[in-house]
């Protein structure tokens, strides 16, 4: 990012009906470095949205902003989770996450990891109950 390129978007393929109405979990490390070096940028370079959209990015909602005041200043990546939850990806709706950086100042790199974007799973059935073999048989 610099200025001539003051924003700019990593947006995830849609999921499709994927969100079954739980909470949606997301995290992915970051790291944000002075452009081609490997030194921390100082505060004032911008900010990124985590944002998510429930109909393939026709609208999207900001569900965190890493800035200033929560930025974690590394040259190393730092691990980010935020839970959306289970009311605002209802159940059968589409999922998409996008990271909209925006510039301040500065001429730096954005580095996103390991994104992972995680609900939780419907109850597994219950165990099937045999009635045959008895139990205890043997020379079956």
Same mark, same amino acid.
């Given at each position: 990012?610099?200025?001539?390129?003051?924003?700019?978007?990593?947006?995830?393929?849609?999921?499709?009906?994927?969100?079954?109405?739980?909470?949606?979990?997301?995290?992915?490390?970051?790291?944000?470095?002075?452009?081609?070096?490997?030194?921390?940028?100082?505060?004032?370079?911008? &900010?990124?949205? #985590?944002?998510?959209? @429930?109909?393939?990015?026709? !609208?999207? /909602?900001?569900?965190?902003?890493?800035?200033? $005041?929560?930025?974690?200043?590394?040259?190393?990546?730092?691990?980010?989770?935020?839970?959306?939850?289970?009311?605002?990806?209802?159940?059968?709706?589409?999922?998409?996450?996008?990271?909209?950086?925006?510039?301040?100042?500065?001429?730096?790199?954005?580095?996103?990891? &390991?994104?992972? #974007?995680?609900?939780? @799973?419907?109850?597994?059935? !219950?165990? /099937?109950?045999?009635?045959?073999?008895?139990? $205890?048989?043997?020379?079956?």
């Amino acid at each position: 990012m610099y200025s001539f390129s003051t924003t700019g978007t990593l947006v995830s393929p849609n999921q499709v009906a994927a969100s079954n109405g739980t909470d949606l979990t997301v995290s992915f490390d970051y790291k944000i470095e002075n452009w081609n070096t490997n030194t921390a940028a100082s505060p004032g370079w911008g &900010n990124i949205q #985590a944002q998510y959209s @429930t109909n393939d990015g026709g !609208a999207w /909602t900001t569900f965190f902003t890493i800035n200033d $005041g929560n930025h974690v200043e590394a040259n190393t990546c730092a691990n980010f989770s935020n839970v959306i939850p289970a009311a605002s990806v209802p159940n059968g709706s589409d999922v998409r996450i996008r990271f909209l950086f925006t510039w301040v100042a500065g001429d730096y790199d954005i580095y996103i990891d &390991n994104v992972s #974007a995680t609900q939780v @799973t419907a109850l597994p059935p !219950a165990c /099937t109950v045999l009635s045959s073999p008895a139990n $205890g048989a043997t020379n079956i």
